[in-house]
C-alpha cells in the first residue's frame, strides 16, 4: 500500500479484524474476482431496478446464550479492564438469495463481494484520505426510525451519549497519532438507513485532522497505525480485545475488519460490518453493539439482532 500510493497505483484492499489475512489488488477495476462499490468507485453493473419477493429468516442465539457473554463483558467493564467493548454475534440464516444477488440489490455506501466467502454493506467509513486531510466518521447509536419519538430518544438517552462520546475521543486520539489539528467537526448527527424490516436512524459524528506532507507514501502505515478499527473494538484497544477474543470465543476473521480503494490519489475505507459470511452451504450474519457499564443486557441483545437486515425491499 505504502509503495502504490507512492507510485500513485489504484488499489483495492482487505485486510481481517485480527491482521493476520488481508488482499491487495493492483488496477482492481479491471478484475472481476472481487467486486465492490466504494462510494460510487466500482467494477460491477448498475443495481436492478426491481426483485423479486424473496425469504430471509434469522435463527439467532437465545437471549440467555447472549447474556452469558454480555456479563463476561461486564464484569471486566466493572474491574476497569475496559470502558467500552463492542460485543457481537455470529447468527445463522436462511434466505432464497445468493452473495451475487445481495450484493447486487444492497443499497450501501460500501458493498464488497468475494464470492463464496462474504458480502459486506456497510454504512461506516473507517478513514477518508485526500488532499492531505484524513476524516473518519464513528457510528454508535441506532433505533428504529417508526418509534415515536425516535430522533429524540437516541439523542437523550444517557448511555446512547456516554457511548458515542467515548468513541468519539477514541477516535479523535488515534487520528492524533498520524495527524495534527485534530477537531471534531461534526457530533452526533443523524442518519436514515432503509432496510428489509423498515427503516433506522443511526448517529455518527465526523472527526478530522491534517497529514503530514509525504502521506501518499504512507497509506499502508497509517491504516495500519490505527487498526483495529475503535468502533468495533472499544477503549482502551489492548485491554479491550482480550476481553473480546474472552467473551466471543472465536476469531471475527473479515467481519469488523477493514478495506478501501485508493483511485490514485484519494484513499477510502470502511469498517466492515453489516456483514453475512459463507461457511459451507451455511450463511451467518454477523452484528453487535457497544457495551458499556450502564448497559442493559437485554436492550443490547435487541439491538444486535435489529442489525441483522438487508438493505433493500421487495420490489
Known sequence: MDEA??????????????????????????????????NGECNTTPRPETIDPFHFRAEPET?????????????????GDSYLTNLTIRTPLQTSLTLEEIF??????????IPGRLVCFSPECFVSISEGR????????????????????????????????TIVDLLRNDLSCVA????????????????NQGEILQVSS???????????????????ALLPAGSVSGAPKEATLRLI???????????????GYFDGRSLDTFVMIRFIEQCDKQLFFRSGGGITANSDSLSEYREAIQKIYLPFQFS
Open 5 to 38: 500510493g507512492r507510485v500513485r497505483t489504484p488499489f483495492l484492499f482487505g485486510l481481517q479484524f485480527e491482521e493476520d489475512e488481508g488482499f491487495f489488488l493492483s488496477h482492481p477495476l479491471s478484475q472481476k474476482g472481487v467486486l465492490f462499490d466504494i
Open 63 to 79: 437471549y440467555e446464550t447472549y447474556r452469558k457473554r454480555f456479563e463476561m463483558v461486564m464484569r471486566g467493564l466493572h474491574r
Open 104 to 113: 447486487h440489490h444492497s443499497k450501501a455506501r460500501y458493498r464488497l463481494l
Open 134 to 165: 484524513i476524516a473518519t466518521f464513528p457510528m454508535k447509536g441506532t433505533i428504529d426510525a417508526s418509534l415515536p419519538g425516535a430522533r429524540e430518544i437516541i439523542l437523550n438517552d444517557p448511555k446512547e451519549i456516554a457511548e458515542h462520546n
Open 180 to 195: 495534527r489539528r485534530v477537531t471534531v467537526k461534526r457530533f452526533r448527527y443523524l442518519e436514515k438507513l432503509s432496510t
Open 206 to 224: 465526523e472527526i478530522e485532522g491534517t497529514l503530514p506532507a509525504n502521506y501518499q507514501e504512507q497509506l499502508g502505515s497509517l491504516i495500519f
Open 245 to 259: 477474543r474472552a467473551a466471543e470465543g472465536k476469531p471475527r476473521g473479515f467481519y469488523c475488519g477493514v478495506a
